[in-house]
């Protein structure tokens, strides 16, 4: 199975990648004042996200980019 690995930047999930490179990013989430309470709680929405679909991408075990989709698939008609 390919390792998938959540990466981090200042203890905040950055992105997720595997052998080949990244998967996905994660957006950044603002500090404002006041808001202290909204920052923490997205911090950790956005740590449980990152837990969620690492778990999910391993069991799929996707590889990169290239996600193959029935659609992707098809191939050209021969002509007559």
Request: glycine fraction near 4%.
């Amino acid at each position: 199975m390919e390792q998938v690995q959540i990466t981090y930047t200042h203890n905040k999930p950055y992105g997720i990648r595997n052998k080949e490179g990244f998967l996905l990013f994660f957006p950044e989430i603002q500090k404002y004042p006041g808001q202290e309470d909204r920052y923490k709680q997205e911090i950790n929405r956005q740590h449980k996200l990152a837990d969620y679909l690492k778990d999910k991408l391993e069991k799929l075990n996707i590889k990169g980019n290239r996600i193959k989709r029935h659609s992707q698939q098809i191939q050209p008609s021969k002509a007559d």
